[in-house]
T-cell receptor, first 113, second 111 residues
Framework: KAGVTQTPRYLIKTRGQQVTLSCSPI?????VSWYQQTPGQGLQFLFEYFSETQRNKGNFPGRFSGRQFSNSRSEMNVSTLELGDSALYLCASSLRGNSYEQYFGPGTRLTVT | GQQLNQNPQSMFIQEGEDVSMNCTSSSIFNTWLWYKQDPGEGPVLLIALYKAGELTSNGRLTAQFGITRKDSFLNISASIPSDVGIYFCAGQLTQGGKLIFGQGTELSVKP
């Protein structure tokens, strides 16, 4: 069974631009969570989607948004990029919303210049 | 917000040695998970724990869900060079709640 895939793997953007990241969960998984990983802050939870509905949300500004499609694929959008948004963005899927055996993708490395 | 204190932050050991790391919190957790992350990759799930006192093994790895539900431990026996990486604990305060991650333990193994 294929694992979680994320595209693109690497991205360079300029301050003020916006970016969309994509995540395809493991086949059959209905829950997708997004995390931001930085050396200083570690792994920080952004949000979780289950059956196209946002179930949980972390403490990030409204510039960070997401959505989930009917096939469980998810996208994350960051508008008006700031230098501090440079990070590894990780997506994780799990079978059910209450199952926290989350399986991570390889991440998207975003660099904001 | 809620925090998990993961210790130690880094470890330098000789191949063949055993390793122990832990996560503690002032809050009671419903679930504990342990992950390993290699450079440039996403974390890989090693062990999941769901009940207080539970002891679970995965090969040379053994993890325990503390009796107080405020801590968890991971042991690696007879370490090998491929054990190198960053180990994260993660906890869930309530069923269906978000996962909270520790800061990670960076493990280095000298052949």
């Amino acid at each position: 069974k294929a694992g979680v895939t994320q595209t693109p793997r690497y991205l360079i953007k300029t301050r003020g631009q916006q970016v969309t990241l994509s995540c395809s969960p493991i086949s059959g998984h209905r829950s997708v969570s997004w995390y931001q990983q930085t050396p200083g802050q570690g792994l920080q939870f952004l949000f979780e989607y289950f059956s196209e509905t946002q179930r949980n949300k972390g403490n990030f500004p409204g510039r960070f948004s997401g959505r989930q499609f009917s096939n469980s694929r998810s996208e994350m959008n960051v508008s008006t990029l700031e230098l501090g948004d440079s990070a590894l963005y990780l997506c994780a899927s799990s079978l059910r919303g209450n199952s926290y055996e989350q399986y991570f993708g390889p991440g998207t490395r975003l660099t904001v210049t | 917000g809620q925090q998990l204190n993961q210790n130690p932050q880094s470890m330098f050991i000789q191949e063949g040695e055993d390793v122990s790391m832990n996560c503690t919190s002032s809050s009671i957790f419903n679930t504990w998970l342990w992950y390993k992350q290699d450079p440039g990759e996403g974390p890989v799930l090693l062990i999941a724990l769901y009940k207080a006192g539970e002891l679970t093994s995965n090969g040379r790895l053994t993890a325990q869900f503390g009796i107080t539900r405020k801590d968890s431990f991971l042991n690696i026996s007879a370490s090998i060079p491929s054990d190198v990486g960053i180990y994260f604990c993660a906890g869930q305060l309530t069923q269906g709640g978000k996962l909270i991650f520790g800061q990670g333990t960076e493990l280095s193994v000298k052949p």
